[in-house]
């Protein structure tokens, strides 16, 4: 059973459009943490959400944590083609072991 | 300046023959951490290390072990690749507290002929 349900797992969208993913689960986190990740490269932190009902931006990209801290989204305005990529929810389990959720994979065509 | 190092970025093995992946880091994190990433798939966590105290996942196969000799390297030891082991392996660190980033490496490309 996955921890972390992403959807959508794939997203193919014109530039200039908006879009929202999500991150789900059945449990309650202390914090969850948005990446992204590039073609060869590793995931970037984008941004870390801890209290309930959060909502953090970031240029055009705005997060939110879900109140009961069991979910969370990441909505794009006007969509680029350097948006283009694989973004993953994460949490902590403990303090040490840093676990992913399957990953949405955006691209966004020019 | 880039903060964790993997080396190499692309390495090809042949089927059944030991390959060893390292990873560097100049942050001083206590936590490292082994990723396995497939196509299209997320980052698979396949251990960490605390320190000097290894934490194994349930599921990594036995044929992946790993050496932290210190705090700055860390090492995937694949001994006996198979195809299935192609995959890119990510190395990360952290603080270890909740909440902070996990900084990754630009991962090895493994392939296995």
């Known amino acids: 059973t996955q921890l972390l349900e992403q959807s959508p797992q794939f997203l193919s969208i014109q530039e200039g459009e908006n879009l929202t993913v999500y991150c789900n689960s059945s449990?309650?986190?202390?914090?969850l943490q948005w990446y992204r990740q590039e073609p060869g490269e590793g995931p970037v932190l984008l941004v870390t959400v801890v209290t309930g009902g959060e909502v953090k931006k970031l240029k055009r990209l705005t997060f939110q944590f879900g109140d009961a801290r069991k979910d969370s989204s990441l909505h794009i305005t006007a969509a680029q083609p350097g948006d283009t990529g694989l973004y993953l929810c994460a949490v902590s389990q403990g303090a040490q072991k840093l676990v992913f959720g399957q990953g949405t994979r955006l691209t966004i065509n020019p | 300046d880039a903060m964790v190092i993997q080396n190499p970025r692309y390495q090809v093995t042949q089927f059944g023959k030991p390959v060893t992946l390292s990873c560097s880091q100049t942050l001083n994190h206590n936590v490292m951490y082994w990723y396995q990433q497939k196509s299209s798939q997320a980052p698979k966590l396949l251990f960490h290390?605390?320190?000097?105290?290894?934490?194994n996942e349930a599921d990594t196969p036995d044929n992946f072990q790993s050496r932290r000799p210190n705090t700055s390297f860390c090492f995937l030891d694949i001994r006996s690749p198979g195809l299935g082991d192609a995959a890119m392996y990510l190395c990360?660190?952290?603080?270890?507290?909740?909440?902070?980033?996990?900084?990754f490496g630009q991962g090895t490309r493994l392939t296995v002929v």
């Open positions: 290390y605390y320190d000097k105290d290894f934490n």
């Open positions: 449990s309650v986190f202390s914090s």
């Open positions: 990360a660190t952290s603080r270890g507290i909740i909440g902070t980033e996990a900084f």
